[in-house]
């Protein structure tokens, strides 16, 4: 049986899907994020936080939605179709940065403007769908394509899944350049990470990538696509996923992180610091810098878009 559940704790809504072993978290109004994923009770996210903290950091955690853009950009502006797009000054305190100052994952990771469209359970599965208008005067200021977004939060069994539905509401072709970046749990220090990816994305000093790959075999010792976390540290894009039958399987020894074949690109994310002590795998439908480099897929005016990934607990 599998059950959904919304509640209020102080100004946060916050679902939960559960079955008999899993439960999954969303608070609404923090980006609509997933905060924890639990099997028996044990937790798979990294959520050092209560939400209040959460909200008002600038800390992430959990799995942050990253849009209109994933990872980082190399200036205050965008490019689409020979068009740019530059930030107004006034507008660029909305603008999470890296250590270099340069735009980070998007503008949605906290937002307070997602709302409930949805909730439903059987005795197969639960659903949440939350919504989100992207029509304020600020960040059209900053991404200036009016369009929704849908996301759909489904338990299934040991499973899951996360679907984002975007609908360009714009006159204009609509770049797509947005991914999750979910913080798993290191519950094992000798765990091992498998990346179903071929090549690694080089990239200069800022980290923005350069438009050169190597085979990831040239750059660490994989064995099988496999490799031990204690081994290594990671903050790298990858291409070419390894995908099977429509999906490409990452896994932190009994996590799966499965992509479907909207999502073509990869950043793994694994600190070698003890106050880090998670991995992130994260689905991006385009690489780091694509509003920069023309590397996005456009989206026509009133078409939709959908991508979606799971997480699988072994």
């Keep these: 049986m599998h059950t959904i559940h919304q509640q209020y704790e102080n100004i946060f809504e916050i679902i939960t899907l559960a079955n008999a072993h899993h439960t999954a978290k969303v608070v609404v109004n923090i980006g609509n994020s997933l905060f924890s994923y639990t099997k028996n009770r044990l937790e798979y996210l990294h959520f050092p936080f209560d939400l209040q903290e959460y909200a008002n950091n600038d800390k992430l955690a959990g799995n942050p939605f990253m849009h209109p853009w994933a990872n980082r950009l190399e200036s205050n502006c965008i490019r689409v179709e020979n068009l740019q797009y530059n930030f107004p000054i006034q507008q660029q305190h909305l603008l999470y940065r890296d250590g ?17 469209i949805t909730t439903q359970a059987s005795a197969l599965q639960c659903k949440h769908v939350a919504a989100y ?10 991404f200036p394509f009016l369009h929704n977004i849908q996301m759909t939060h489904i338990l299934r069994d040991d499973t899951l899944h996360i679907e984002t539905v975007i609908h360009n509401l714009d006159k204009k072709d609509m770049p797509i350049s947005f991914g999750f970046h979910p913080y798993f749990k290191k519950l094992d220090a000798h765990a091992k990470l498998h990346l179903a990816a071929s090549n ?7 980290m923005i990538p350069t438009g050169q ?16 976390i204690d081994d290594v540290m990671f903050d790298d894009g990858f291409q070419d996923l390894l995908f099977e039958n429509g999906m490409a399987d990452f896994s932190l020894d009994n996590i799966h992180v499965l992509f479907c074949d909207q999502y073509p690109f990869a950043q793994v994310y694994s600190p070698s610091t003890i106050d880090k002590p998670y991995v992130c795998i994260e689905p991006m439908t385009a690489p780091t810098n694509a509003l920069n480099s023309n590397a996005c897929q456009l989206l026509k005016s009133n078409e939709t878009f959908s991508a979606s990934f799971s997480i699988k607990i072994a």
């Design 100 to 116: 270099n100052q340069l735009p980070l994952h998007g503008l949605l990771l906290k937002s307070n403007k997602w709302k409930t």
């Design 133 to 142: 208008i992207f029509d304020g005067e600020d960040e059209l200021s900053i």
């Design 200 to 206: 690694k994305i080089e990239t200069n000093s800022l």
């Design 213 to 228: 790959v190597t085979a990831k075999e040239k750059c660490w010792n994989f064995i099988n696509h496999e490799i031990a």
